[in-house]
């Protein structure tokens, strides 16, 4: 069973920059793809970004793509997302979670982080 805690979110201006960072223990994780998620206040959840942990490949969705960056430390078991150029409309909880790899379900969530980014 793999546990995920998300750390680093908060109230950025527009235009500002976050890091999120989410802890990953109790697996393999070399055998996981690791994924950011939002969900925003009256929307359903949606994709953000995932790597797989080991090689590292990565995705996006179109909403982030050149302002958004996931990236791993597999010597600390940590899965980052960088946020640059925010914007009000990435305002959401946003959670980490995880998959193994070749399947399509996410089974282990974290919390969530709360980003708020102000114009």
């Known amino acids: 069973q793999v546990q995920l805690v998300e750390s680093g979110g908060g109230l950025v201006q527009a235009g500002g920059s976050l890091r999120l960072s989410c802890a990953a223990s109790?697996?393999?994780?070399?055998?996981?793809?690791l994924g950011w998620f939002r969900q925003a206040p009256g929307k359903e959840r949606e994709f953000v970004a995932a790597?797989?942990?080991?090689?590292?490949?990565?995705a996006y969705a179109d909403s982030v793509k050149g302002r958004f960056t996931i990236s791993r430390d597999m010597r600390v078991n940590m899965v980052y997302l960088q946020m640059n150029s925010l914007k009000p409309e990435d305002t959401a909880l946003y959670y980490c979670?995880?998959?193994?790899?070749?399947?399509?379900?996410?089974?282990?969530w974290g919390q969530g982080t709360q980003v708020t980014v102000s114009s």
């Open positions: 979670a995880a998959r193994f790899r070749g399947a399509q379900e996410y089974i282990y």
């Open positions: 790597i797989l942990y080991n090689p590292s490949s990565s």
């Open positions: 109790g697996g393999a994780l070399s055998n996981y793809v």
